[in-house]
């Protein structure tokens, strides 16, 4: 997701640290990514086989290899992930 690391890494950190939000407003222009980071937000939180979020190895906002979801630190294959892709 370019040009949202900023949101992501904050993101990241209230999620690590157990601190996320009840609730987030995205706001902004049509075709920037709100829908995405919302369901991608709403997979990691919800996510039943989390892949490791917490690499330090790459760098924030960097998926896995193989993985082009962005931000997801989610699996995307539990009945969750699946259910909030749909």
């Given at each position: 997701?370019?040009?949202?690391?900023?949101?992501?890494?904050?993101?990241?950190?209230?999620?690590?640290?157990?601190?996320?939000?009840?609730?987030?407003?995205?706001?902004?222009?049509?075709?920037?990514?709100?829908r995405l980071i919302?369901?991608?937000?709403?997979k990691v939180a919800?996510?039943?086989?989390?892949?490791?979020?917490?690499?330090?190895?790459?760098?924030?906002?960097?998926?896995?290899?193989?993985?082009?979801?962005?931000?997801?630190?989610?699996?995307?294959?539990?009945?969750?992930?699946?259910?909030?892709?749909?």
């Amino acid at each position: 997701m370019i040009g949202h690391e900023r949101i992501i890494q904050r993101l990241r950190t209230a999620h690590r640290e157990g601190r996320l939000g009840q609730a987030y407003l995205l706001h902004g222009m049509d075709g920037i990514g709100k829908r995405l980071i919302a369901k991608t937000l709403a997979k990691v939180a919800n996510c039943d086989s989390p892949i490791d979020a917490y690499d330090n190895s790459r760098p924030v906002g960097t998926p896995p290899a193989g993985d082009s979801r962005g931000l997801s630190d989610a699996c995307g294959d539990c009945h969750s992930c699946r259910n909030i892709q749909a």
